[in-house]
């Protein structure tokens, strides 16, 4: 099989369905039009920047390169993260991008040179789609359990503060709010693992049938994906959380917030 090239033309027939969902905001005052219109712009931009510089770094097959341009990632996705979860007492940028940065390029690492099996491990045809996929899908669950876990503290703040008056670290103060964080964060996932092939066909294997590769080893790789994807989320949500509870709470277990 081989892989139809999509012209400008056919990318700006997709216009249509931006213009649509555009006019829907618009009749139902929904206020989204701008959001919408920047959104496109920089699907666009960002898009065909990131498709250059892959380019770019997969011609030099250079480790540190790749490595630099992972960071660069997880870098963005913390920054995301930051714009997500409004919250101005507890700094969030900093703790987020050191325990993704570090925890994913681990698992990105044990995907490609252990389950895949690639050799070198940084081959950037599989470290960075997989790493990407790593980072995308842990990003949207970590924005989830932050936004849960501040929230929570708030609503619960009476009860928090009266487990550490009688003498509770916060640690035990918080137990079952990390719990139901970390739970809300990882829900998506484990949706996605009892759907996956029912509902629909997810983004890797599409792509891979696109490029006409076969179905059966397509599926192969999306079940690696579903796979790591969990693990992921779990280990950026556990690591994230378990930091950023730390940081509303002072040396001596008093709350911040």
Not at 9 to 19: E, G, H, K, W
Not at 41 to 53: D, E, W
Not at 97 to 104: A, D, K, L, N
Not at 171 to 192: C, F, H, K, V, W
Request: net charge positive.
């Amino acid at each position: 099989m081989n892989v139809i090239d999509v012209g400008p033309l056919q990318l700006a027939y997709c216009l249509v369905f931006i213009l649509i969902a555009v006019a829907g905001s618009f009749s139902l005052k929904l206020g989204l039009e701008r959001d919408l219109i920047v959104g496109t712009i920089r699907t666009f931009a960002q898009l065909g920047i990131i498709g250059y510089v892959l380019k770019f770094i997969f011609d030099l097959d250079n480790s540190w390169l790749i490595l630099i341009l992972f960071a660069f990632m997880v870098f963005w996705a913390a920054h995301a993260i930051r714009g997500r979860v409004k919250e101005e007492k507890v700094a969030i940028f900093i703790p987020t991008f050191i325990s993704m940065v570090s925890s994913y390029t681990l698992v990105s690492i044990v995907v490609t040179s252990v389950i895949v099996q690639v050799k070198p491990w940084y081959t950037p045809q599989y470290f960075i789609p997989l790493g990407g996929m790593i980072i995308g899908n842990s990003m949207n669950a970590i924005t989830i359990s932050l936004d849960h876990l501040f929230s929570d503290i708030r609503k619960q703040r009476d009860e928090v503060e009266l487990a550490l008056c009688l003498g509770a670290t916060y640690q035990e103060a918080t137990g079952t709010i990390l719990r139901d964080t970390i739970r809300a964060g990882m829900i998506p996932s484990i949706n996605s693992l009892m759907t996956v092939g029912l509902v629909s066909i997810p983004g890797m294997m599409t792509g891979q049938i696109l490029a006409g590769a076969d179905p059966v080893i397509a599926i192969k790789y999306q079940i690696i994906v579903m796979l790591m994807l969990v693990a992921s989320t779990a280990i950026g949500s556990i690591i994230v959380v378990n930091v950023m509870r730390r940081r509303c709470f002072t040396r001596a277990h008093q709350l911040v917030l």
